[in-house]
């Protein structure tokens, strides 16, 4: 370590949580290759735990003790790091390290989350004392999800690609989860591809959307009426397991369930953490799923 990174002066520590989409609707493909979307983000208890260690050499590193996430230049939280560095001409390095509990590819923004948790922590460790206005502007660089994290909010309303974000101050609900996620890494690209290709050929169920647009301006809308995910139809064609999980959540009484992102995560709404967690165990049998009780952050 030392070697390679010369000695540690100073250090901070940050969780980096994982969301939910509570509801996204994908609208139309935009000139630069992505798609405008409609989503609610929902902070959860579900967290990695980052360290920033500033460091003598003029380098970034990253250790993760996940084998899942790239450690070098390819990783969100290197990005975000050298985004600073480079940016601001910061003639000082930083060893990132990477606690992993978020499942990898899951539809849970666990590298979105990494890059702003990386944004905040360097901030507080060099004292930067950057602006919302700069932080989001770092944030639409890295990625769609990573205003959310920034935000700081419980929930929020998501458009554009999903880096223009409106917090819902209003929307004072609390939620436990159960969360299920397949041994599936799944591919974003692959899926809004192939939802495209659906709706070329108009095979898509239709939603109007009402339900996001009163709770957008400020409107108590019963869970119920949100829970949606366009991207389970493209999601679960590709890849069957995650709407075998969604259906194990129904049958065993959970209403309110849908995937999260592009998938493979797969999460119920349930009416407290002892629920959550006698449901937890009718999972474990299945050893290629791990599964998580959370609540809302």
């Given at each position: ?5 010369g ?8 969780l980096?949580p994982?969301?939910?989409n509570?509801?996204?609707e994908?609208?139309?493909k ?7 979307i ?67 590819g899951?539809g849970?923004g666990g ?6 948790s ?9 004292n930067l ?12 660089c ?22 223009k974000?409106?917090?819902?101050a ?16 799944v ?21 109007a ?16 009426k949100?829970?949606?995910n ?6 679960f ?9 969604k ?6 009484g959970?209403q ?12 119920g709404?349930v009416n ?15 050893k290629?799923?791990v599964?998580?009780v959370?609540?809302?952050?």
């Open positions: 370590m030392a070697q390679e990174a000695y540690f002066s100073k250090s901070v520590k940050i980096s994982a969301k939910l509570l509801y996204l994908v609208l139309n935009r000139q630069d290759g992505y798609h405008n409609s989503t609610l983000f929902e902070r959860i208890s579900l967290s990695d735990e980052i360290t920033i260690k500033e460091t003598s050499a003029n380098c970034i590193v990253i250790k993760s003790d996940s084998k899942d996430i790239p450690g070098d230049k390819r990783n969100l939280a290197y990005k975000a790091a050298a985004l600073l560095k480079d940016g601001l001409q910061i003639k000082k390095g930083v060893v990132i390290e990477i606690k992993k509990r978020i499942p990898v899951a849970l590298g979105s989350s990494n890059a702003a990386v944004l905040l922590g360097l901030n507080k460790l060099w004392k950057l602006s919302q206005k700069k932080f989001f502007e770092y944030g639409s890295l990625g769609s999800d990573v205003a959310f994290f920034l935000s700081g909010a419980s929930f929020a309303i998501g458009s554009g690609r999903g880096e974000i409106k917090p819902l209003h929307f004072k609900k609390k939620f436990w989860h159960v969360i299920v996620v397949p041994d599936i890494m591919s974003t690209r692959r899926i809004y591809r192939k939802l495209d290709n659906l709706r070329r050929k108009g095979a898509l169920n239709k939603t959307g009402i339900s996001i647009r009163q709770l957008s301006k400020g409107q108590d809308v019963s869970l119920g949100i829970i949606f366009r991207l389970e139809e493209a999601t064609k590709r890849y069957p397991k995650v709407k075998e999980l259906e194990a959540l129904l049958k065993r959970v309110n369930t849908a995937m999260s992102g592009s998938g493979g995560a797969v999460f709404v407290s953490r002892k629920e959550g967690i006698k449901m937890l165990r009718s999972f474990k049998q299945d290629d799923t599964a998580f959370v609540r809302t952050l």
